[in-house]
């Protein structure tokens, strides 16, 4: 009789073993008639055979493409009746289990090709399921035998992604979405208890006599281990005037002072309106004005009345800080402070996460809580964490960085970031433009950004890039290296992560890649569709450890100069952009041999056409990768989830159809966000179905753009494209043949990656082509 196989989702619906009826294996049928491995195996063996001869050993890179055949055969296997039934000889197991063990080995790069040859051999053969089973057994007692290689770190090109608070914009700034994309930012790199903080950062410096000073005259109000003039009970309004009382008293000539926010109304800049129970900026002296600006603030203050929700009051302070950073796109770090009840805790928040010393009682240790509250009034730009790079003459703002000749070059900088994220822990990167010395108007783009020091630089990738012919990429024009995170922590000890307990549930669930993959991604390749051969990989899951993530503080200045992509001011102008920036992808993978990974609407910039023949030019190559070249030991990158191609969000290795998917989601996006801003229309959708592309889990988000990439009339992507403003339906038919051409059809949605890249680049550059004459046609 033939084997019955279970689809892959046994490995969450498994039959009790008593619950079967008697199974029998028989010895003249093969076991895999039913599934198309027997093909998969045979172009493995094939192309085995012809790159390396029927005897030779693979190595390196070369065993990517057939580890995805294998894992196909072993969860194949897997998911058969027998192996449920049949009893492991290793382990008091059954053969499924085992078979789980050894497909996670194969996952983690524990895999040699030549292992599973014979295998291979009896399912091209066809043979009865006898034999292929005692093959099964003979690999799995020689693999239990082996002894597991080291666990190899996470790659470059299959670091993990992490989920950031970037996506919420606008309405959607809503404490509680905000906190749990906060949570999923520092949830694994907020450090409590570092020991060297209070010694390294108020202590030694030209100020510390003066602290002490003030400390000694106002000792005589500490008596039998209290403040007298403290307020007691500790309600916030009685703390806030005792704090402005001390300044005024002792601190009133002091760089920096003290404030408060009465109402939402007093703080500008702030995308989401929000009072501040105490920050710091610069003194004014006395003054009536009661508005501030967000980009005035150095260090914010939180005081509750009790010590009972640390991780809310932490989360609560993240949302300013998270704001701040928008403001203030390339300050290096902000302090922070919360007082809850008599415990005061000291943060300081930068591009890895926060990190502190343990808290203290403010009336057991008197002179520390006089030393930390007058010490962050008397700090220098240096020690609160702000940028010293940029520098200020009568003319404006300017920057001096390296060329690659070894000499220097003058810049001025705009005012504010064209680009900027909205994120705590992620890579911060903001553009500006910028102009040399000799020119009257912007030609150049400065950009900042905190990148993995474990990562190729994105300079030599720009190099490399421009030596090798790429057209439509940003050129270099010179870089500098301005900070550490290294740095910036030395002489710390980090201690325990932070003890978060009872995580959102969408935090919880996001932080890994999911168990298992959807059906047709499991199940079908892009090979059944043409003869093309499959390029992908799972991710491996990041190891946990306590070490924070190292980043360096870099500027690197790049021509042309351009606007960001979101200004786009017409659907014509948006698809020439989109098209030229495709045309310019191509020729970066093609002629670079460099892949970009991080296709979103900030790292298109729009230019002038006239100068080198593109309007829309890729910048930002921090996330590429040369292909073929070693591992990083990046521990982790980030993202944006809305524009993130569904296999990515299921960790399989990126490939340059991915980054070709999240062109299309650009599209989308760039439609039904921001095309309301362009529209004559008043309004667009209060809610939106793009919501689902950034909230959840990566499976969840998978899973939407799974269903907004389906093949119905009623569903899927007409659900995006009802969000179209009017002014954008001749935007749909294009949207519609890009699909097919991703997301093609034969018995289940296709998400593969072609061999050969034009297979996809062609169709779709012909594609908005002929979107782009259509318009041009339409309008006269």
Not at 205 to 228: C, E, M, V
Request: with cysteine; net charge neutral.
């Amino acid at each position: 009789m033939l084997l019955s196989v279970w689809h892959p989702a046994f490995l969450q619906n498994t039959r009790p073993r008593d619950a079967a009826p008697k199974l029998r294996l028989n010895e003249n049928k093969p076991v895999l008639t039913s599934f198309s491995l027997e093909r998969y195996c045979r172009e493995a063996e094939q192309s085995f055979i012809l790159a390396f001869g029927p005897s030779s050993d693979v190595a390196g890179d070369q065993e990517h493409d057939f580890q995805d055949v294998i894992s196909r055969l072993i969860l194949a296997l897997t998911g058969t009746r027998a192996a449920f039934h049949l009893r492991s000889k290793t382990r008091s197991e059954d053969v499924a289990s085992e078979l789980v063990t050894l497909f996670r080995r194969i996952r983690n790069d524990d895999f040699t090709y030549d292992r599973y040859r014979p295998l291979v051999k009896l399912v091209i053969d066809r043979k009865p399921d006898v034999e292929i089973w005692s093959a099964v057994f003979d690999l799995i007692t020689t693999l239990s035998r082996a002894t597991p290689p080291a666990s190899v770190p996470a790659g470059f090109d299959d670091t993990p992604i992490t989920h950031t608070s970037a996506s919420q914009q606008g309405a959607e700034q809503t404490r509680k979405l905000v906190e749990e994309r906060l949570f999923e930012e520092i949830g694994r790199c907020t450090y409590p208890s570092v020991e060297g903080f209070v010694e390294k950062h108020f202590e030694g410096k030209d100020w510390t006599p003066r602290a002490l000073k003030i400390y000694k005259k106002i000792k005589p109000r500490y008596k039998d281990g209290r403040w007298t003039d403290f307020p007691d009970p500790l309600v916030q309004d009685g703390v806030v005037d005792w704090w402005f009382r001390f300044q005024d008293e002792f601190l009133s000539g002091e760089r920096h002072r003290y404030y408060k926010t009465s109402s939402p109304k007093e703080l500008t800049r702030a995308e989401v309106r929000r009072q501040i129970d105490l920050f710091v900026k610069r003194n004014e002296g006395p003054s009536t004005n009661t508005v501030h600006d967000l980009k005035d603030v150095k260090i914010i203050g939180e005081l509750k009345e009790s010590s009972k929700d640390k991780k809310g009051t932490l989360l609560h302070i993240s949302r300013y800080i998270r704001d701040i950073f928008l403001c203030q796109p390339i300050c290096r770090y902000i302090p922070a402070f919360t007082l809850c009840g008599r415990e005061m805790q000291l943060w300081i928040f930068d591009r890895s996460g926060p990190y502190g010393p343990k808290r203290f009682d403010i009336h057991d240790e008197p002179e520390r809580f006089i030393q930390v509250i007058t010490g962050y009034l008397m700090m220098n730009d240096e020690e609160l964490g702000l940028d010293t790079f940029v520098q200020e003459d009568p003319a404006g703002r300017f920057i001096t960085l390296e060329r690659g000749d070894e000499s220097h070059i003058k810049l001025r900088l705009e005012l504010s970031a064209f680009v900027h994220q909205r994120a705590i822990v992620c890579r911060g990167t903001s553009c500006f433009l910028a102009k040399t010395l000799d020119s009257e108007s912007h030609n150049c783009v400065a950009k900042f950004s905190w990148t993995s020091d474990r990562r190729k630089q994105e300079a030599d990738l720009l190099r490399l890039a421009y030596q090798r012919g790429v057209q439509g990429v940003a050129n270099l024009v010179g870089h500098h290296q301005i900070a550490s995170i290294a740095d910036m922590r030395s002489g710390l000890t980090f201690g325990k992560l932070y003890p978060f307990r009872g995580p959102p549930s969408a935090a919880s669930s996001s932080q890994s890649f999911p168990q298992s993959l959807q059906p047709s991604l499991a199940s079908r390749s892009f090979s059944d569709l043409q003869d093309l051969s499959i390029a992908r990989k799972p991710s491996k899951r990041s190891r946990s450890n306590n070490s924070y993530d190292h980043r360096t503080f870099r500027c690197l200045v790049t021509s042309p100069a351009g606007r960001s992509m979101r200004t786009y001011k017409s659907p014509l102008e948006l698809l020439v952009v989109l098209r030229d920036a495709i045309r310019a992808h191509k020729s970066l993978y093609l002629t670079g041999n460099i892949l970009h990974r991080d296709i979103s609407e900030n790292n298109i910039i729009i230019t002038d056409p006239e100068k080198d023949g593109f309007q829309g030019v890729l910048i930002d190559l921090d996330l590429a990768k040369e292909l073929r070249t070693g591992r990083s030991g990046a521990r982790c990158r980030t993202g944006t989830m809305e524009f993130m191609a569904i296999e990515v969000l299921l960790g399989i290795s990126h490939t340059y159809r991915h980054d070709l998917e999240s062109f299309f989601y650009v599209l989308l996006w760039l439609c039904a966000r921001r095309g309301w801003e362009k529209s004559n229309s008043a309004t667009g959708q209060s809610t939106s179905q793009l919501r689902a592309w950034y909230t959840g889990n990566y499976e969840d988000i998978a899973n939407a753009k799974l269903g907004h990439t389906s093949k119905t009339e009623s569903g899927g992507l007409l659900f995006i494209l009802r969000e179209f403003p009017p002014e954008f339906d001749c935007v749909k038919p294009l949207c519609w043949e890009l699909r097919a051409i991703l997301f093609p059809y034969r018995d289940g949605l296709f998400t593969g990656t072609p061999k050969d890249p034009e297979v996809l680049y062609e169709p779709i550059l012909r594609a908005f082509d002929s979107a782009v004459d259509d318009i041009k046609a339409n309008e006269g």
